[in-house]
């Protein structure tokens, strides 16, 4: 029988894994993206574009908490796709945002129907990979 703390500490780790999750997600992201590292530029578009897919699965499953994998993914998405289309928004304090360099990092600039593909890849993969099936401790045994 599993106590009440033991379900606790389960959730406890399961959180401070996926921060660190999440964490690890973002500083791929910026190395994709902005380290000179040689990666072709498709790469580092396409790359980044996945990775920020994966980092709102990341938050989905910090906010939602360890919940069916479908509504995992739909929350992503949505925030994902939210995300995106901030960019077909424009009024003065957006654009100064997006003036700065951290902003048109943050927000981007261009609406583009092929960044929430990329985008739905990134969540799929962190979906498939959560499955209980692929996460160490976690198989059943008949």
């Not at 999750?21 to 530029?41: E, K, Y």
């Not at 739909?74 to 700065?100: I, Q, W």
């Amino acid at each position: 029988m599993v106590s009440k703390q033991d379900r606790h500490m389960g959730k406890a780790v399961s959180r401070v894994y996926i921060g660190a999750l999440l964490f690890l997600v973002i500083v791929l992201g910026l190395v994709c993206r902005l380290a000179p590292i040689g990666l072709p530029s498709s790469w580092s578009k396409w790359g980044g574009s996945v990775l920020w897919g994966a980092m709102f699965w990341c938050l989905a499953t910090l906010i939602i908490g360890r919940g069916s994998s479908t509504r995992l993914f739909l929350a992503a998405y949505l925030g994902a796709a939210a995300s995106e289309s901030l960019k077909l928004m424009h009024f003065p304090l957006l654009d100064a945002l997006r003036a700065s360099s951290a902003g048109h990092f943050i927000l981007g600039h261009q609406f583009a129907w092929t960044n929430l593909a990329a985008y739905g890849i990134g969540i799929s993969c962190m979906t498939l990979l959560a499955r209980p099936s692929n996460v160490a401790g976690t198989r059943r045994h008949n």
